[in-house]
């Protein structure tokens, strides 16, 4: 396929700016799942449910979340990134619409709002499958670190803002407004997404000649052959999952996910929660403080994205991708363990924010290796993988509560740490150097389908 390329004003390169509005977009994406955690007190009022109902509704949206995992890796190899972010930033605005618009007042309301937090999962489920799926065809793999820190930057920043702007709206305007406002803003993102992104730089006349040559010699493509194709060449290979379930590496990442996901979900679920009910703060302050471990999840993610490339480059492919999310698990437990056990609430907001902080230095990791590994495949491999930290946050939104009920919330803290002991550790057995056979190897087909 033959494309015209347009000058474009210097800058950065197009891959980039790309980048940033996938960071932008995962930036809402946080802000409309964390913003029932927000709402939650008043919500609880309004729907007459306690912590625990509260917990079911966060695991609802969380189990909607990992089940469509895979399936949205799938969609995403099928019909790249560009069509599926655009559909799913508006199907997950619609549902957060329709949060605001449960009634609390009708019998089974409970029901109904896990229903509707469930669906919204599911249509959030395609964010980052689909950016990986981005990031395979995009990023050389040399900067795949610093590329997938940017990208989860939105992470933090979309849960930084989270608790000040729509604490302000609440308190103004009521909880019902703060959905809204997130609603609308992800429709907007979708709308520029589809407007501005390609599935491949050879089919965005935006992208200049000498990028292009830059991202096809550094992605890892045995031979570049143009993404559309006819004839018997252009059956599409099938996804080896029996070769995906058997690695031993896959297995010890998605295991890591999996306690990565349930300690980063203390934040994004409890976090505001515990600053206010456990440690006594009011609701302003406890949005102040529950900005912290945000803030430091985007540092942590900025900074380990660039180091994990400097150490991979200069070091070692082992310790910019392997052992560097080992390092920073371990350090997250430490600050666990800590933040959790402080007598003042400010020493354990701020102990606490490292530890979120120290978590987020290994985010890129997950998926840079898990981009190395796949390759075309990167969609369905990391919705696997991310399906397996879903599960976990969704284990801790409801066994949070319950362990804080019964043995207090420094345990539930514990808890937590000792997962991420456990998810460093599994770091130690994993070959970042492994590949997948790709469908020129698995039936001797051009290594682009469609």
């Known amino acids: 396929m033959s494309v ?49 109902q509260l917990g079911w509704v966060f695991s609802a949206f969380l189990i909607g979340y990992a089940a469509f995992q895979v399936p949205g890796g799938v969609v995403a190899r099928r019909f790249g990134a560009r069509r599926v972010l655009a559909l799913g930033v508006i199907w997950w605005g619609a549902f957060t619409a329709l949060t605001a618009l449960a009634p609390s007042g009708i019998p089974g309301a409970l029901i109904l709002l896990v229903l509707i937090r469930f ?3 599911a249509g959030e489920a395609v964010m980052y499958p689909s950016a990986n799926q981005f990031v395979e065809r995009w990023i050389p793999m040399q900067e795949r670190g610093r590329a997938n820190g940017l990208i989860f930057g939105g992470v933090g920043l979309g849960s930084a803002l989270a608790p000040p702007l729509l604490t302000f709206i609440i308190l103004r305007f009521g909880w019902h407004a703060s959905f809204w406002f997130c609603a609308t803003l992800g429709v907007l993102a979708g709308i520029v997404w589809y407007l501005t992104a390609r599935n491949t730089p050879e089919e965005h006349s935006w992208v200049r000649a000498a990028e292009l040559e830059h991202i096809v010699r550094g992605r890892g493509d045995v031979q570049y052959r143009p993404p559309r194709q006819s004839g018997p060449a252009a059956k599409r290979a099938k996804i080896p999952w029996a070769k995906i379930l058997g690695s031993k590496d896959m297995l010890a990442i998605t295991g890591s996910y999996f306690t990565y996901g349930y300690v980063s979900w203390i934040f994004f679920s409890w976090f ?3 600053l206010s009910q456990v440690r006594g703060l009011s609701l302003k302050t406890s949005a102040l403080y529950t900005t912290l471990p945000f803030i430091a999840m985007t540092v942590g993610c900025f900074v380990g994205g660039a180091a994990s490339d400097w150490l991979a480059t200069h070091v070692s492919m082992r310790a910019g991708r ?12 430490a600050l666990l363990a800590a933040g959790s056990n402080a007598r003042s609430a400010v020493t354990a907001s701020l102990v606490l924010a490292g530890g979120a902080g120290a978590l987020y230095l290994a985010q890129s990791c997950y998926f840079s290796v898990t981009a190395d590994f796949a390759g075309e495949f990167t969609g369905p491999v990391s919705g696997a993988m991310n399906m397996g930290g879903q599960i976990g946050g969704a284990v801790t939104a409801s066994v949070t509560p319950l362990i804080a009920a019964h043995l207090g919330w420094t345990a539930s803290f514990l808890t937590a740490s000792v997962l991420a002991v456990l998810g460093g550790l599994a770091w130690l057995v994993v070959n970042p150097g492994a590949r997948l056979p790709q469908p020129a190897q698995i039936a001797g087909q051009p290594r682009y389908v469609e």
């Open 119 to 121: 669906a919204l999962g």
């Open 4 to 52: 015209n390329r347009t000058s474009r004003p210097d800058g950065l390169p197009m891959r980039y700016l790309l980048v940033v509005w996938l960071m932008v977009m995962g930036g809402i994406a946080y802000m409309d799942r964390t913003n029932i955690a927000i709402a939650g007190i008043q919500l609880g009022r309004e729907f007459g449910i306690d912590d625990a």
């Open 322 to 333: 392997s052992y560097l999310p080992c390092f920073a698990l371990l350090l997250t437990a």
């Open 272 to 274: 505001y929660i515990y």
